[in-house]
């Protein structure tokens, strides 16, 4: 936990690819960061051996998150925002019969993945449990070695950082309204008169232009937007062995009495044409939110919201209010967004966002949260109701565990994003129909006591396959 990082809105909302947040995109950027350093220090041109150890949850379910993948293609130079997703198999494919590695695009060195990556199943390193070791052996005899942690949400912090556990690009930014706990939100909310997103909003322009943040922000939704169209679009099995079969193409082809819209504008118009019935619009939402998990289940285009295993819930939640609240109004998906953002880093302050660290209830139980306390702001709540509605959803996520079945962000991880986008809804609703002078719980007090109960929970169920539906559905992974 960390009390004085200065986190924003692109913290939170990292675009990359799946499945996994700190699994797939972290040890990605830990890669890049790594070469980034060989070539700062004039030393890639020197390198002739590499070897990367993977330790922990990195290593118990790195092969079913990509975690080997992601770290080649950062050792390559490619990045996971720009990266064409539909190459990951071919050039991986490359790597592994050229048994060769082009450093940054550059330099080539002999490379066998199956070698050189190494899986420290049974090894731990105290920090976090998702760690990573570079080492590298130069020409002129000298080695070299950098230890990296991917703690949730894409963050990734250097072994010799972990102690102050610090952001380089965050340390000197300076806002105006710094932000720690629930109580300084409100703080800063009741003093100036601004709503929670323009809070949000002034901070970030420590970082940049109001223009540049309005422009960035827009950018998370459209990609958002196309994850879900693409995901409701595609069919066909899941990579990864379990043979789990996409259910938002069959979903919505049944909603749509088997219509097929070539835009998204188009589809929309069509989804809003069949009313507003409870079943209609529950299935809707849940159709959203497996779309954005299945492509990200297929290492497909995706945004941490706040991680990639919780990926569905607030594109499906913010979905559900552009389309059936007449949500559509870019200033509306600003709020939306912000809102969420400044909700899930007082999270990250204050607990976890990491599954490793906390189980589920930091990533759905999270997720949820920065959902309904966005959508409550943009249903014209108070900022006490939109705090509520945050503390309703985490309230009943607490001590969700993470036991994915074959180390995949499969089962239960797709499904759970409906369950996490429609509590959020609830949560929600109920806050809006609430007094929060009465609530007996503070948002704050339930983000301590999810930090307790990560604390207590068995690393069996930390994202490691150990425990849980992981090891009582007996499942044979073929085609790994």
Same mark, same amino acid.
């Not at 720009?82 to 050039?91: L, M, Q």
């Not at 070791?133 to 949400?153: D, W």
């Not at 509605?389 to 994003?417: F, S």
């Given at each position: 936990?960390?009390?004085?990082?200065?986190?924003?809105?692109?913290?939170?909302?990292?675009?990359?690819?799946?499945?996994?947040?700190?699994?797939?995109?972290?040890?990605?950027?830990?890669?890049?960061?790594?070469?980034?350093?060989?070539? $700062?220090?004039?030393?890639?041109?020197?390198?002739?051996?590499?070897?990367?150890?993977?330790?922990?949850?990195?290593?118990?379910?790195?092969?079913?998150?990509?975690? $080997?993948?992601?770290?080649?293609?950062?050792?390559?130079?490619?990045?996971?925002?720009?990266?064409?997703?539909?190459?990951?198999?071919?050039?991986?494919?490359?790597?592994?019969?050229?048994?060769?590695?082009?450093?940054?695009?550059?330099?080539? +060195?002999?490379?066998?993945?199956?070698?050189?990556?190494?899986?420290?199943?049974?090894?731990?390193?105290?920090?976090?449990?998702?760690?990573?070791?570079?080492?590298?052996?130069?020409?002129?005899?000298?080695?070299?070695?950098?230890?990296?942690?991917?703690?949730?949400?894409?963050? %990734?912090?250097?072994?010799?950082?972990?102690?102050?556990?610090?952001?380089?690009?965050?340390?000197?930014?300076?806002?105006?309204?710094?932000?720690?706990?629930?109580?300084?939100?409100?703080?800063?909310?009741?003093?100036?008169?601004?709503?929670?997103?323009?809070?949000?909003?002034?901070?970030?322009?420590?970082?940049?232009?109001?223009?540049?943040? @309005?422009?960035?922000?827009?950018?998370?939704?459209?990609?958002? @937007?196309?994850?879900?169209?693409?995901?409701?679009?595609?069919?066909?099995?899941?990579?990864?062995?379990?043979?789990?079969?996409?259910?938002?193409?069959?979903?919505?082809?049944?909603?749509?009495?088997?219509?097929?819209?070539?835009?998204?504008?188009?589809?929309?118009?069509? +989804?809003?044409?069949?009313?507003?019935?409870?079943?209609?619009?529950?299935?809707?939402?849940?159709?959203?939110?497996?779309?954005?998990?299945?492509?990200?289940?297929?290492?497909?285009?995706?945004?941490?919201?706040?991680?990639?295993?919780?990926?569905?819930?607030?594109?499906?939640?913010?979905?559900?209010?552009?389309?059936?609240?007449?949500?559509?109004?870019?200033?509306?998906?600003?709020?939306?967004?912000?809102?969420?953002?400044?909700?899930?880093?007082?999270?990250?302050?204050? =607990?976890?966002?990491?599954?490793?660290?906390?189980?589920?209830?930091?990533?759905?139980?999270?997720?949820?949260?920065?959902?309904?306390?966005?959508?409550?702001?943009?249903?014209?709540?108070?900022?006490?109701?939109?705090?509520?509605?945050?503390?309703?959803?985490?309230?009943?996520?607490?001590?969700?565990?993470?036991?994915?079945?074959?180390?995949?962000?499969? +089962?239960?991880?797709?499904?759970?994003?409906?369950?996490?986008?429609?509590?959020?809804?609830?949560?929600?609703?109920?806050?809006?129909?609430?007094?929060?002078?009465? =609530?007996?719980?503070?948002?704050?007090?339930? +983000?301590?006591?999810?930090?307790?109960?990560? %604390? $207590?929970?068995?690393?069996?169920?930390?994202?490691?396959?150990?425990?849980?539906? =992981?090891?009582?559905?007996?499942?044979?992974?073929?085609?790994?």
């Amino acid at each position: 936990m960390n009390h004085h990082e200065a986190i924003s809105v692109f913290d939170m909302f990292k675009i990359g690819v799946g499945p996994s947040s700190s699994h797939t995109l972290g040890p990605w950027r830990a890669a890049q960061q790594f070469i980034q350093q060989l070539i $700062d220090q004039n030393k890639l041109e020197l390198v002739l051996q590499l070897k990367v150890l993977l330790y922990g949850s990195l290593a118990k379910t790195g092969t079913g998150h990509g975690t $080997d993948i992601a770290v080649q293609l950062g050792l390559c130079g490619d990045d996971p925002v720009t990266f064409d997703v539909n190459a990951i198999d071919s050039k991986i494919a490359a790597i592994k019969n050229d048994l060769q590695l082009q450093l940054a695009g550059q330099k080539i +060195i002999a490379f066998d993945p199956s070698l050189d990556i190494e899986f420290l199943f049974t090894e731990s390193l105290p920090f976090h449990p998702n760690a990573l070791t570079f080492l590298v052996s130069f020409t002129n005899g000298e080695q070299f070695a950098e230890t990296y942690y991917s703690i949730g949400g894409g963050f %990734v912090v250097q072994e010799k950082d972990s102690n102050t556990n610090a952001k380089k690009a965050n340390k000197d930014v300076v806002l105006p309204f710094p932000i720690n706990t629930s109580d300084d939100l409100l703080h800063w909310c009741r003093k100036t008169g601004l709503n929670i997103h323009e809070i949000v909003l002034e901070n970030e322009m420590g970082w940049r232009s109001e223009a540049a943040t @309005k422009a960035g922000v827009l950018q998370i939704w459209e990609v958002m @937007k196309n994850c879900i169209y693409k995901g409701c679009h595609t069919q066909g099995n899941l990579p990864g062995g379990l043979h789990v079969k996409r259910r938002a193409y069959d979903t919505n082809k049944r909603l749509l009495a088997n219509k097929i819209y070539n835009n998204y504008e188009e589809w929309v118009a069509q +989804i809003q044409a069949g009313g507003h019935r409870f079943n209609y619009i529950l299935d809707w939402v849940s159709c959203f939110a497996l779309a954005v998990n299945e492509e990200n289940a297929s290492f497909g285009r995706v945004v941490t919201a706040p991680t990639n295993g919780a990926a569905g819930v607030i594109p499906a939640v913010l979905q559900y209010f552009i389309v059936f609240c007449d949500g559509a109004d870019d200033d509306k998906i600003m709020q939306f967004l912000l809102t969420a953002s400044e909700i899930g880093s007082i999270f990250k302050k204050g =607990a976890t966002i990491s599954a490793a660290m906390g189980g589920c209830q930091a990533e759905i139980g999270v997720s949820s949260a920065m959902a309904a306390a966005a959508l409550t702001a943009c249903m014209a709540g108070t900022q006490r109701q939109v705090l509520m509605a945050a503390e309703i959803a985490m309230e009943h996520h607490l001590g969700l565990t993470c036991d994915p079945i074959g180390g995949l962000v499969q +089962i239960p991880c797709i499904e759970r994003n409906t369950m996490g986008a429609i509590k959020a809804i609830t949560a929600s609703q109920l806050a809006l129909q609430s007094t929060p002078d009465f =609530a007996k719980v503070s948002l704050d007090a339930v +983000i301590k006591t999810m930090w307790d109960t990560a %604390v $207590d929970m068995n690393s069996k169920y930390k994202e490691t396959a150990d425990g849980g539906l =992981a090891i009582n559905i007996p499942i044979s992974l073929s085609d790994c």
